[in-house]
């Protein structure tokens, strides 16, 4: 049957899955909103991906992923899923351009920044919440609010035209040692624990961020802010006609979660890409019973 597979989802996890599906004879269909290559877009660098011991670049390793995707002849289609229901035991998706049923669903849409909407509203469009908007900027004051490995990734990556800033709200610092060691010796990096924001203020030519320091109250003046302070799963287009007999679907190996959307913080490119290639084996095995 046409459709039967959907993935929705295009980063590492997703097209590992459908690449190895193709290589079983099964025609999956990938959903893909925005571009391949997933949160890969606002790395810095890929060091610990096997094969590159001397690291590799997000872009190129996205241009490897888009040409496994050609060489396999993965149907991949540019839509935002808007929602997913459970109908006559199938999964109905639904875009802004088509509805298709599956028999079959792989979910490796990712996840979405946790967004401070007070802050949002306040900084206007000086506000972000990834780092790939600003990639191309130079010469600019840009605030980091977070002290995970993120938060620092996007400092390395900003700081080679930039001055950044990184804030810290606590003293613990939970990024990898290597990295605070890297922003550390980069001189366009500053960082600042114990620095509780308390307001953003958009004066049209900068932003005007307010932060508490043992009771004082510190003002910087930034072009930019960047909030790295957590990401949830991307479920929002689950109908609850689905979301009712979401955990028996998954049971009976017919819905399955890939990727950062189910491995919380542990995110990398090569534990996606195991997940997208052990669930295209399982759904191989269960249609091969079938």
């Known amino acids: 049957m046409k459709h039967k597979i959907g993935i929705i989802g295009a980063g590492p996890a997703g097209i590992a899955c459908a690449i190895q599906l193709r290589r079983f004879g099964l025609e999956p269909v990938i959903y893909e909103k925005a ?11 890929v060091e610990n991906y096997l094969g590159f011991p001397f690291g590799i670049s997000p ?22 899923v808007i929602s997913v229901e459970y109908q006559e035991k199938k999964f109905l998706l639904k875009t802004r351009a088509e509805e298709n049923f599956f028999d079959y669903l792989v979910i490796a849409s990712g996840t979405r920044p946790r967004r401070l909407e007070a802050f949002d509203k306040q900084g206007k469009d000086k506000v972000f919440y990834e780092v790939f908007p600003l990639k191309k900027v130079k010469g600019k004051e840009i605030g980091i609010i977070g002290a995970g490995d993120a938060a620092f990734d996007y400092a390395l990556t900003l700081a080679s035209t930039n001055q950044v800033k990184i804030f810290n709200r606590t003293d613990q610092i939970k990024c990898l040692p290597l990295l605070f060691e890297r922003c550390e010796k980069n001189a366009n990096i500053k960082y600042f624990p114990e620095k509780v924001l308390k307001s953003l203020t958009d004066k049209e030519k900068y932003l005007s961020v307010e932060f508490t320091y043992h009771n004082e109250r510190v003002e910087y003046l930034l072009d930019y802010i960047i909030f790295a302070t957590g990401r ?37 490119v090569a534990i996606a890409a195991g997940d997208g290639i052990r669930v295209a084996m399982e759904i191989n095995i269960k249609l091969s019973k079938a």
């Open 35 to 45: 571009e391949v290559g997933g949160l890969l877009k606002n790395a810095n660098f």
């Open 232 to 268: 949830d799963p991307q479920l929002g287009f689950l109908d609850g006609s689905l979301q009712k007999h979401f955990e028996k679907l998954k049971e009976e190996q017919r819905l399955y979660l890939i990727g950062d959307v189910k491995n919380e913080l542990n995110r990398q």
């Open 59 to 80: 872009a190129y390793l996205i241009e490897g992923f888009m040409n496994h995707l050609v060489r396999y002849e993965v149907d991949i289609r540019y839509q935002e």
